[in-house]
């Protein structure tokens, strides 16, 4: 069953939210309802919900099955403290 809502936002956060939605092609309803819901615990810890971000984002990135991040990001760290004591 569906009801409607009445919400109080300044101009600025409607603004935002309805170029999100624009460039999204999502409905600013479905928003309201993913936030509402995982605001909510769910008695069905096994139900995960993303928000359409997340979504969208989900499986850009393909890494090696063996890729060993930790190592990748401890050389990241190190060339990056390298590089912040030469410039000083």
Known sequence: MEMELT????????????????QTGT???????????????????SEVSYSPL???LSGIIHLEENFDYKSDYTSY????SESRFHRC
Request: charged share 35%; no cysteine.
């Open 7 to 22: 919400l109080k936002l300044n101009n600025e956060s409607i603004s935002h939210a309805k170029e999100y939605v624009s």
């Open 27 to 45: 409905s600013l309803s479905a928003i309201v309802e993913n936030f509402f819901d995982n605001l909510t615990i769910r008695e069905d810890k």
């Open 54 to 56: 997340v979504n969208e």
């Open 77 to 80: 760290l190190d060339k990056k």
